[in-house]
Structures are given as structure tokens and as C-alpha cells.
């Protein structure tokens, strides 16, 4: 798959084209996963900056599913995936369902509830597999939802109605919301496992929901760039990579390569989207790949650890927190917005750094903005 897809970049995606062409490669010279290393690191910047650059001339735009990142890492960015990706990630997808079975006893009938915001990249996708594709009731899980814009009050009372078998979503919402319940004793249903993603779980978080409420948390990573890169099996701390579907490399700040147990960047090249085609993309994280196979049994590598960023809760002057994709999502809508950074000194206070284009004028998008923030 990855000297298919470099020959595909080469011949479609007008930034691996120049580049290749740039160091004197060409597809042949590309044999295995290791030989993407030739390849320039790419980030987050580059591809917000251009995303068309990216995009490969093979297929209609029409045809594509179009994803936009939250911004947290401080810049939004438009991802296209091709049909036959999509499928391709939702059956990496059962692997995981795999791991939760574990759990709850049956890959088939269990109750999930999602602390996601409304149009994320999991409506997105759920959306596309509705309209592309028949799949039986038994194999998608009853599905209820927490927004990170509920209050914790509301969030706890949805929890105790819904009483789901697993509750996945973003770590430090979940967290904050069993943190808030034990605060206060407020009786909080307590799901067969947790599986958190999208951010890091706070250390304290982790602590109070294994030892006081006695949760199993388990963990995956995923990104709008690379819907499957890895999850965490019952047996192990690390998370197995979708070597299928995602190339993980870690390297130095130079790109060079690193030796398993060595933290560095986390690289991803991935080898089923010919859409947007990334391939050596430094997705902003941190992490270090294990030299030791899990004891589970699964042949998959494994990543040792993540240590990749943590998304900062924003509190509010009324005590209520709100998670950062709700209000940088509200905020990356006003048009003209290239790139923002939320700092906030106190619960009345937020400064918003924002980087605009040269095309909207700064006064209507200040009043834009404003109304964006309170509605988010």
C-alpha cells in the first residue's frame, strides 16, 4: 500500500509531484515503509495553508467526504477522503469493537454513549456510512450523546438516564464530569468501560475513575488525517497500530528516525485515503513505539506511549466549563479566520489571538466572531 500510494501522489498530488521531482525520487524508489522517511516532513501548517496541494486530481470534489479538524492544535484544516478509504477505516473499526466485547460481553448488543460536539468528524462520518452503505442493526451499537457545551448537571442526568454500556468520547470532558459528580455526591452511573480519545486524560482523572468508581479506561487515536491509527487492547497499556491503515513513524526534530523506546514526533503516513494524500505528516503529538510485542497476542506494533497534547478545558463566569472544539469550532466559522489562540487569565476574562486573511475587513469579523463566542 505505500509504494502503491506514492506512485499514486506522484502522478496526482501536485505537492508530492514537486517535491519528489525536487530530491530526484520516483515511485520505484520507494519499496518499502521505511523509504517514505525520503519523503519531506509535513504538518499541520502546510496543510491548512494549502490543503488543495494535497488533494489529489484523480477525483471530483463532489465525490469526496470533506472533514475539518477542530483547530486545537491552532489551525483548522480541510481533509477529503475517498469512498473506498471510509470503508476501509470502518472495518480497521471492528478491531476495536473487538477490545470492548471484553468488556461488555457481545460485539453486537451493547448501549454506547458519545460525549462528542453535533457535527463533529464521527456525525460526519457516521452520516456518510448512512447515505453509502446497509449495515445490519445487530453490528452498530445504540448510540446516545453528551455535548461538551451540557452543563455537568445535565451531562450526569443524560449519564444516569441513558445507563450506556460504554461511554466514549473526548478524555477531558469525561473526566471533568465524574470529577465534578464525586466533588459534589452526586450519584453518576458507572458504564463497563471508558474509551477516551482525542486529547490526553488528566493523571488525577484517570486515578479517580479506576480506583473510586472502578472504570476500565481504555484508549485510541485517531485523527481527521488518519481515521484508524491505534487502539488499546484489554491486556496493555500501549496502543496497537493499524499498520494497514497508517504508517506510524517517531523522529527526531531533524526527521530522523528513532529507535523504539525513544520519544520523538509522531509521523503518519496514511496508506488508504487517495484523497488527501499525507504521507511523513507530523500530526503535533509526541510518542515512542514499544520493542516488545503485547501480551495479548496481536501482532499489530505497538505504540508505548502517547504523550501527545491536552486540551484545555475553558471555564466559564457562571462555574461551568466548555470544551475548546465547541468554542474553536464556532470560532474557525466566521470567514476570514486562518488561525486562532484562546488564552484565558480568569473565568470572565478570554484573549483571542487571530491570524486573518487580507480579503475580510477586521471590524466585521471581530463582531462575527463576538457573536460566534456567545453562542458557542
Known amino acids: 500500500r505505500a509504494s502503491e500510494m506514492v506512485a499514486h501522489a506522484y502522478r496526482t498530488v501536485p505537492f508530492y509531484n514537486d517535491a519528489m521531482k525536487k530530491l530526484g525520487l520516483r ?3 520507494f519499496r518499502t515503509v521505511a523509504d517514505l522517511a525520503q519523503l519531506p516532513v509535513i504538518n499541520g501548517q502546510d496543510l491548512a495553508d494549502e490543503p488543495r496541494r494535497f488533494l489529489s486530481s484523480a477525483y471530483a470534489e463532489k465525490t469526496l467526504l470533506e472533514l475539518a479538524t477542530s483547530g486545537s492544535s491552532g489551525h483548522s484544516k480541510r481533509i477529503w477522503w475517498n469512498k473506498s478509504a471510509l470503508f476501509r477505516a470502518h472495518a480497521a473499526g471492528l478491531r476495536y469493537r473487538e477490545v470492548l466485547a471484553a468488556f461488555v460481553g457481545s460485539q453486537r448488543a451493547f448501549k454506547l454513549l458519545r460525549v462528542s460536539r453535533s457535527g463533529g468528524t464521527g456525525d460526519e462520518v457516521s452520516h456518510f456510512h448512512r447515505q453509502h452503505s446497509w449495515v445490519p442493526g445487530w453490528a452498530n451499537p445504540a448510540n446516545a450523546r453528551v455535548s461538551p457545551a451540557e452543563p455537568f448537571e445535565q451531562a450526569v442526568k443524560i449519564i444516569n438516564q441513558q445507563r450506556p454500556d460504554v461511554i466514549g468520547g473526548f478524555a477531558a470532558y469525561i473526566g471533568a464530569i465524574y470529577r465534578w459528580a464525586w466533588a459534589g455526591g452526586h450519584e453518576i452511573w458507572r458504564p463497563k468501560v471508558i474509551r477516551h480519545g482525542g486529547e490526553q486524560l488528566l493523571e ?12 476500565p479506561l481504555i484508549n485510541s487515536y485517531q485523527a481527521c488525517e488518519a481515521l484508524r491509527i491505534a487502539f488499546q487492547c484489554e491486556h496493555s497499556p500501549g496502543m496497537h497500530i493499524s499498520v494497514d491503515q497508517t504508517d506510524v513513524r517517531i523522529a527526531d526534530a531533524t526527521g530522523a528516525t ?7 514526533h509522531v509521523l503518519i503516513s496514511n496508506l488508504v485515503n487517495r484523497a488527501t494524500v499525507l504521507l511523513n505528516y507530523d500530526l503535533g503529538d509526541l510518542g515512542a513505539l514499544s520493542a516488545s510485542p503485547c501480551p495479548c497476542g496481536r501482532t499489530l506494533p505497538v505504540l508505548e506511549r502517547l504523550e501527545g497534547r491536552a486540551d484545555d478545558l475553558l471555564m466559564l463566569a457562571n462555574g461551568e ?7 474553536l469550532s464556532a470560532l474557525y466559522g466566521v470567514a476570514g479566520v486562518i488561525r486562532i489562540q484562546i488564552i484565558q487569565s480568569s473565568p470572565e476574562k478570554l484573549l483571542i489571538k487571530v491570524v486573518r486573511d487580507g480579503k475580510h475587513q477586521w471590524s466585521t ?6 457573536k460566534a463566542l456567545c453562542t458557542a
Open 258 to 264: 528513532l529507535p523504539a523506546g525513544t520519544s520523538g
Open 27 to 29: 515511485p520505484h524508489d
Open 365 to 370: 469579523m471581530k463582531n462575527a466572531m463576538s
Open 204 to 215: 488525577h482523572d484517570r486515578r479517580l475513575l479506576e480506583s473510586e468508581f472502578g472504570i
Open 321 to 327: 466549563v466548555a470544551h475548546s472544539s465547541e468554542v
